[in-house]
T-cell receptor, first 113, second 115 residues
Framework: NAGVMQNPRHLVRRRGQEARLRCSPM?????VYWYRQLPEEGLKFMVY????????ESGMPKERFSAEFPKEGPSILRIQQVVRGDSAAYFC???????????FGSGTRLTVV | ELKVEQNPLFLSMQEGKNYTIYCNYS?????LYWYRQDPGKSLESLFV?????AVKQEGRLMASLDTKARLSTLHITAAVHDLSATYFC???????????????FGQGTILTVHP
């Protein structure tokens, strides 16, 4: 069991470019969550997805950010036209569903230059 | 809006000493998590506390939950250098119902243990 896999681990983008972050949940987990951690802060919830459905996106900025979890393949967090303020660590977590316990991935550290 | 506050935010300890980290939260919940994070790493799950009065221990760490006071504590006994890390509590705003993974995290406590 490889755990929650995120890639890339580090991503550098110039202002105005697009960033795509990928998350493959643990085997058997059908629920995926994205969190953002700004420097020296706690994690902030962004979005909760199940296969082909967005369940709760109340933490997502209204513009430039989108997320999907297709029937096949990993979950993708997409940030269009990145700005310096998007620089952060983005963590994905997964769970098997209606139970407690979340497993976090190693995160993607996005740097916007 | 659910607020989760940890204190202290910075904790410098000597090896062998005891200390407690506090986690206060502002709404009803019966699920609380403690995580450890090393610099540049992911979050490692330490404890899941699911009911009032829950107490869990692992090695030198012990966590408890008082849902009536909306307070959780993480107690460190006889600290060692390997415990140096950032510790987060996270509250799942669910009272007996389905959890939606919308954890609200505290600010984190940076623990440094000195020889």
């Amino acid at each position: 069991n490889a755990g929650v896999m995120q890639n890339p681990r580090h991503l550098v983008r110039r202002r105005g470019q697009e960033a795509r972050l990928r998350c493959s949940p643990m085997k058997g987990h059908s629920h995926v969550y994205w969190y953002r951690q700004l420097p020296e802060e706690g994690l902030k919830f962004m979005v909760y997805l199940q296969k082909e459905n967005i369940i709760d996106e109340s933490g997502m900025p209204k513009e430039r950010f989108s997320a999907e979890f297709p029937k096949e393949g990993p979950s993708i967090l997409r940030i269009q036209q990145v700005v310096r303020g998007d620089s952060a660590a983005y963590f994905c977590a997964s769970s098997p569903g209606d139970s407690y316990g979340y497993t976090f991935g190693s995160g993607t550290r996005l740097t916007v230059v | 809006e659910l607020k989760v506050e940890q204190n202290p935010l910075f904790l410098s300890m000597q090896e062998g000493k005891n200390y407690t980290i506090y986690c206060n939260y502002s709404t009803t919940s019966d699920r609380l998590y403690w995580y450890r994070q090393d610099p540049g790493k992911s979050l490692e799950s330490l404890f899941v506390l699911l009911s009032n009065g829950a107490v869990k221990q692992e090695g030198r760490l012990m966590a408890s939950l008082d849902t009536k006071a909306r307070l959780s504590t993480l107690h460190i006994t006889a600290a060692v250098h390997d415990l140096s890390a950032t510790y987060f509590c996270a509250v799942d705003p669910t009272a007996g119902g389905t959890s939606y993974g919308k954890l609200t995290f505290g600010q984190g406590t940076i623990l440094t243990v000195h020889p």
